[in-house]
């Protein structure tokens, strides 16, 4: 059985690895008032971050039509038997039901559609690892339980300068954003079964980022860590850094570099930073 993987273009893979593993990604759009932009083929996330520090309202997010999907499945059924179609939490978009109501309206593919419960490079790492187990000749049961099991070894923490967009955007309550404005405080965030909460409340930037490197460094130390992705709202000297001073003691981890683009830098804002990974 020849298998496809597809995911949404909120997983930010770098476009060397989606070549290199022949991943299909799905588009989602970020709205500028009456215009619809689809992330990366009509506006780059360069572009989408100037804009935004221009625009007195926040953009907002869309996620792709069914039909959209169901053009992408119809087009890799030409080639392949299965689709393991992996996307961003439910619970921030409705991109998961989307392919999932699209891939129940075929019968020349079987669609698997999968919630990463996560988003950015974090649900990324999960449909690297699922082309991999494609590359080895895994079946779809044996990559979906692959990825059930990744789940539980997986850790995703981020922090944003502003709670602001997250609070306009409903992914965080207004006491929890008051609560960061009026202290200074910077969260560390993670997510809990699809949801954004805080993990622990740090004073500033600095030691919140020191805390996650922290909790990175003991993981590296106790377990094997399988890949270990570095994350940056429009700063990528900021991620670079954190990578080369991890790398420096554990030069044997797989690592990247990616961003958080225009649909999930809509909530987290510019100069947000994040680190994830997980362990064999």
Do not use: C
Not at 46 to 56: C, L, V
Not at 90 to 113: C, D, R, W, Y
Not at 178 to 187: E, H, Q, T, W, Y
Request: proline letters at 3%.
């Amino acid at each position: 059985m020849k298998i496809a993987i597809v995911t949404d273009s909120t997983a930010y893979i770098p476009d060397d690895l989606l070549t290199k593993h022949n991943i299909h990604t799905v588009p989602l759009s970020v709205v500028f008032g009456n215009e619809s932009f689809r992330e990366e083929i009509d506006i780059t996330t360069d572009e989408f971050y100037e804009r935004m520090r221009n625009e007195k309202e926040l953009p907002t997010t869309s996620q792709p039509a069914i039909g959209t999907f169901v053009d992408v499945f119809e087009k890799l059924s030409e080639d392949y038997d299965e689709v393991i179609s992996i996307h961003l939490s439910q619970k921030f978009s409705g991109t998961f039901n989307a392919a999932k109501s699209a891939g129940s309206m075929l019968e020349n593919i079987k669609v698997h559609p999968y919630d990463s419960e996560l988003s950015a490079m974090p649900q990324g790492l999960f449909v690297i690892a699922a082309a991999e187990l494609v590359e080895q000749g895994k079946s779809s049961e044996e990559i979906i339980a692959y990825l059930d099991d990744m789940k539980s070894k997986t850790r995703a923490y981020f922090m944003v300068d502003d709670l602001t967009n997250l609070q306009k955007g409903g992914r965080l309550s207004s006491a929890q954003a008051l609560l960061g404005s009026v202290l200074n405080i910077k969260p560390i965030l993670h997510i809990v079964d699809g949801v954004i909460v805080p993990f622990e409340k740090v004073r500033t930037r600095k030691k919140a980022i020191a805390r996650i490197m922290g909790m990175l460094k003991d993981d590296a130390k106790e377990k094997q860590i399988e890949k270990v992705v570095f994350i940056h709202g429009n700063n990528e000297d900021a991620a670079a850094e954190l990578r080369d001073a991890f790398v420096k003691e554990n030069a044997e981890v797989e690592t990247i570099i990616s961003n958080f683009g225009p649909v999930i830098g809509t909530h987290l804002g510019e100069n947000s930073i994040g680190v994830s990974w997980y362990t064999k």
